[in-house]
């Protein structure tokens, strides 16, 4: 019965890193942007999140249709001002330009909220529960999942069918070339980074809800979206799903197996798929 | 007046000067080809047309306003086109989604005299790969795609970079043939071409380049052999 | 009518040719300058004990480390193209053998951290196998990933004391002075052998290869340049180098435990040093290195705002002046402190 709690819990789980994810699968899975601030702008919209919802009483719902619009904006006015003078062959550039807003974002962060961790009030579903046959699932996970999937299919199905998805993938294909047939690129990433951001607005609420966050937490999520997007293969949105449900069920079996393993079971099946696989299980050869 | 005309044309790459004040026009409707060696500065003109490289903004002229230095996608909005050297296509993206990039971009403004249906009339063997990823193709097969692509964007103007560059001659000849028809609808065209006698043969008027320099324009059907050969390598290269 | 066979036969090419007189010259005046001033440094670091206080061989120890963890990151992402964000494994994993064979070995302390280079060579063999295959970005998550990995191993690892780490207690059997002693030398040594040996190095033809590879790995193979074997001895290299930094850091501070060895911190340091410095530049080091410490040392009592400044002044250099503060200063002054050029000089006249 623990390896099926493990199991269930890991997919769980899997639903929380998707979300991580799915943005990661945007920025560094097609544009091949390097964006190390990923994980630090959700830790920043949690804590808006958590401040806006104890200055003017908002619930977790509400906190979301904000937190979403506001890490549109962020995105774009990252992609317009920063990332735009990046975007290249090179991966070098974005890699230290985005590591040096990290650094600078963490730390303005920890000046304005201190390192005190913080968490949504969700007004008792995250630890609402409930039974199905000898296990206990808890509702607040089952959204997550849920609302991960349906992100999922909703990304995927704009970069296979929309025009702005088939601009974007042309856009990362050959860039001067989507140029040469009309293609504005600076618009195209400025809405993939406005949509990668946007989506972190959906993990930022549920991190907060089911858990603690603080200032300094961006680094651990970050590696955990790139792990996923490499996992399950670079370009594919449904990669970057699968990605995050290999890590969460190989972290939540490693931490049934022994408390201190869990973690570093999940880098253990990333170096092993990197080492046998490194296009990742989705990801064409 | 000129559909589009270039001005005393001057183009770098870095340091290095590529083209050195070239004049150049091409009226509405007519097919001009643009021959010379290999870096003589035949593409480094398309790019500076296109917006590809940053040129004075009076340097090139459409209807007679100012475009020079313009974005590419500008430049698409406005009825030019390109079919560039080496193809570009979308690698990892299906024919047909290559094709509808193009659509979904396409000039304003000019109604849909081309749809994805008429470039599978044009090229049918698009038609029965549409589905497959545009790698998989052949050469000429990617040609096809690329001019497709280039047309789907309902150009006033299609510029043509060596589209018969590594392709069988049997494919150089159905491609020639699809650019006549091209021209036949109203679309002004520009030929750079390696070939010397096809380019002579496929065109109203020829421009012939040297090292940065037109030296050489007129009408196809009247140019001597001659004259032709003279402005290809430079008098001063002549053997006695 | 036979004159003219006779004469030409007569003449023969070594006569008539007169080979140019040319000179190549490498070093420079600033170079000359700079070079003695190093050699001053060096001899005042060996010297600390002799006239500086416990507190400032402290801060002359930490200063050292992050000069010599830097380099060795700027040697890789400089001239190796390997960007790396996990080269703390190779601080931790040295610190730490280090620790394991003067308290639990009972070797002398001063000739394990030398000794414990084995282990960070060790790791950069197999990690570089898994790795260098990879792409870019990929490669600079898997080596962040496998710093990640020995950090974790450590903490659940028993012999090593698991989470709570280690203390250094042999230290005790040891006088201040002669304690001093010892970690200003391995200083030195450390210096000497990162910033020197970088410098020797570049100016060898290896740094001829390596400045080739840098611009055009493509280009430097088809001049029979072997890129790959020259990468994989620059990471162990850089490997060993950094690892040398966390055995003499640890050292001085007497306690390890994992988060502290495999602290990421360890390469944020050496990204801000080498970026805002200026990468592929052995001066932007230095000058990143003493920015880097006297903020932390002045404006560290403000609170954290200190590294927001360093955060963005890293995003500008990225953005604006890929050079960094060497790179803008060689705009306006040509003289390096390290001339790793080549001049041809032709006859003076």
Known sequence: MQWLDGLIQGILLGGLYAQYALGMALMFGVMRVVNITHGDLMILLALIGVSLASTFGLGPWSVLVVLVALGGVIGIILQRLILNRVVGADPLPSLIATFGLSIALQNAMLQVWSADTRSLPSGGIAQASFQVGPLFVGVLPVIVLMTATVLTAGLATTMQYTRFGRSLRAASADVEAAAMTGVNPKTVYAGATALAVGILGFAAVFQSMRSTVSPADGAFQLIYAFEAVIIGGMGSIWGAFLGAMVLGISQSVGFRIDPGFGILAGHLVFLTILALRPQGLLGKD | MALLSTHDLKARYGDFQALYGVDFEIAAGEVVALIGANGAGKSTLLKSIMGLLRVAANMVRLDGQPVGGSQPHRMVARGVAIVPEGRRLFAGMSVVDNLRVAVDHAALGRGDAWTIERIFALFPILEEKQSVPVQSLSGGQQQMVAIGRALLNQPRLLLCDEISLGLAPKVVREIYQSISSISKNGTAVVLVEQDVGLAKSASDRLYCMLEGRMTLTGRSAEMSREAIGEAYFGVSHAVA | ?349
Request: charged share 10%.
């Open chain 3, 1 to 349: 009518m036979t004159q003219a066979p006779t004469a030409a036969h007569a003449a023969s090419p070594a006569d008539t040719l007169e080979l140019p007189f040319v000179r190549v010259q490498r070093q420079t005046m600033s170079g000359v300058v700079a070079m003695a001033l190093g050699v001053a440094v060096l001899f005042a670091i060996a010297s600390m004990p002799l006239w500086a206080s416990q507190g400032l061989i402290r801060d002359v120890v930490e200063l050292c480390c992050y000069i010599a963890v830097a380099q060795m990151w700027n040697l890789l992402a400089g001239y190796a193209g390997l960007v790396s964000v996990g080269q703390q494994a190779f601080v931790g994993i040295a610190a730490y053998m280090m620790f394991v064979m003067a308290q639990l070995w009972g070797i002398n302390p001063f000739v394990a951290v030398m000794l414990a280079l084995l282990a960070p060579a060790l790791l950069a063999i197999p990690t570089y196998g898994l790795l260098h295959r990879l792409d870019g970005p990929y490669f600079a998550i898997g080596t962040w990933v496998v710093a990640e990995v020995m950090r974790l191993a450590t903490s659940v690892f028993g012999y090593v004391n698991a989470g709570a780490g280690m203390s250094l207690r042999v230290m005790t059997s040891y006088s201040p002075m002669e304690r001093a002693i010892g970690v200003s030398a391995l200083c030195a040594l450390m210096l000497l052998v990162t910033v020197g040996g970088s410098y020797l190095l570049l100016r060898s033809r290896y740094g001829l290869a390596l400045i080739a590879m840098r611009d055009n790995p493509v280009a430097a193979a088809s001049q029979g340049v072997n890129v790959g074997r020259l990468r994989f001895l620059i990471w162990i290299a850089a490997a060993v180098g950094t690892g040398l930094a966390g055995a003499i850091y640890f050292m001085a501070q007497l306690r390890i435990t994992p988060p502290s060895a495999y602290d990421p911190n360890w390469a944020n340091i050496a990204i801000f040093i080498v970026m805002v410095g200026g990468l592929g530049s052995l001066e932007g080091v230095l000058i990143g290195a003493l920015i880097y410490f006297f903020a932390e040392r002045w404006f560290g009592q403000f609170g954290a705002t200190y590294l927001v400044v360093l955060g963005l002044m890293t995003l500008f250099m990225a953005l604006f002046a890929r050079g960094g503060i060497w790179g803008l200063i060689c705009k306006v002054v040509d003289a390096p402190w390290f001339p790793t050029r080549r001049k041809l000089m032709g006859k003076r006249t």
